[in-house]
T-cell receptor, first 112, second 112 residues
Framework: GENVEQHPSTLSVQEGDSAVIKCTYSDSASNYFPWYKQELGKRPQLIIDIRSNVGEKKDQRIAVTLNKTAKHFSLHITETQPEDSAVYFC???????????FGTGTLLAVQP | DAGITQSPRHKVTETGTPVTLRCHQTENHRYMYWYRQDPGHGLRLIHYSYGVKDTDKGEVSDGYSVSRSKTEDFLLTLESATSSQTSVYFCAIDRGGRYGYTFGSGTRLTVV
């Protein structure tokens, strides 16, 4: 089955700097790669996703890149702000059942 | 509530007792999922459903069973709770398209 690895587990940046979180997946059949943000005590919420027919997608300060050959995808946050502080999860999946396998999460701390 | 509610929100139970968690949706989505969240492990898929009476195992299904007798309800049962099942349990629905998964608010289960 699918296996998703996520790095780093913790990331601390200064406000205004960029942050990059990387994930690798194992199942070449996976075709959907979302990213979720989870604030303390809250539910995970979708922030951006990308499908296998696209190499990059951007939404304001957030972008995701996908390299299907290497089976890895990354989340890029530019001009970080304190409210970006949270745990971020990548996931891979899709297919007939749409099930997603998640990475282990990255705790991002943006220092003011 | 984003169309999905979980109950109870918190529960403390004793080792060896059966426990049932409920996930209820109001939007008639076909796919529903149960995940558990533990520090260092991220979100791990327990079971999922792709229709009424159609369910399948996820990554960590041992000790858990599920049922879906109606589209709107997906029940997770711990047949005989153990301390290793102390966790936060999230239900999710797949809303498709640009919405992706929507998670419930979670159930914090403590097995003593």
């Amino acid at each position: 089955g699918e296996n998703v690895e996520q790095h780093p587990s913790t990331l601390s940046v200064q406000e205004g700097d960029s942050a990059v979180i990387k994930c690798t997946y194992s199942d070449s059949a996976s075709n959907y790669f979302p990213w979720y943000k989870q604030e303390l005590g809250k539910r995970p919420q979708l922030i951006i996703d990308i499908r296998s027919n696209v190499g990059e997608k951007k939404d304001q300060r957030i972008a995701v890149t996908l390299n299907k050959t290497a089976k890895h995808f990354s989340l890029h946050i530019t001009e970080t702000q304190p409210e970006d502080s949270a745990v971020y999860f990548c996931a891979a999946g899709g297919g007939a059942t749409n099930k997603l396998i998640f990475g282990t999460g990255t705790l991002l701390a943006v220092q003011p | 509530d984003a169309g999905i509610t979980q109950s109870p929100r918190h529960k403390v139970t004793e080792t060896g007792t059966p426990v049932t968690l409920r996930c209820h949706q109001t939007e008639n989505h076909r796919y529903m999922y149960w995940y558990r969240q533990d520090p260092g492990h991220g979100l791990r898929l327990i079971h999922y459903s792709y229709g009424v009476k159609d369910t399948d195992k996820g990554e960590v299904s041992d000790g858990y069973s599920v049922s879906r007798s109606k589209t709107e309800d997906f029940l997770l049962t711990l047949e005989s709770a153990t301390s290793s099942q102390t966790s936060v349990y999230f239900c999710a629905i797949d809303r498709g398209g640009r919405y992706g998964y929507t998670f419930g608010s979670g159930t914090r289960l403590t097995v003593v």
